[in-house]
């Protein structure tokens, strides 16, 4: 979350303003629940919008909004770019504190299986 506040600025995202309507959910709030949930491998915007409303740690997270399914898919189109940038720049923080080595990481959350390997694992 700290990470998220911290870089937020530099992306230089454009929030749009709607003259009509309620306003809209903030970016940087969305962006914070999108990265945390991949985190946690979970996926699906239902699993999403559900664990945003009833979940102590992501109400925390996205700083208590409650955003819909709906609108989790909404976000997660518009500012698709973003959250790659923002996935790839922790994923470099993890690494800069020590945080990994990288010896084994699958992005997906799967784990590839090499009968031929050490472990059964392939590490590249």
């Known amino acids: 979350m700290e990470f998220v506040e911290e870089v937020y600025p530099l992306l230089n995202i454009k929030e749009p303003k709607k003259k009509k309507g309620r306003d809209s959910l903030p970016v940087d709030s969305m962006l914070k629940l ?45 500012y698709d770019h973003y959250f790659e940038v923002l996935l790839k720049m922790t994923l470099k923080k993890a690494f800069d504190e020590g945080f990994t080595e990288f010896n084994h990481v699958a992005i997906d959350g799967t784990i590839k299986n090499a009968y031929n390997s050490n472990n059964n694992t392939i590490t590249q």
């Open 34 to 78: 999108l990265i945390y949930a991949k985190i946690q491998h979970i996926d699906r915007t239902s699993i999403i919008a559900d664990m945003a409303r009833y979940h102590d740690i992501f109400k925390y997270v996205c700083d208590d909004i409650r955003p819909s399914e709906r609108s989790i898919q909404r976000y997660r189109r518009e």
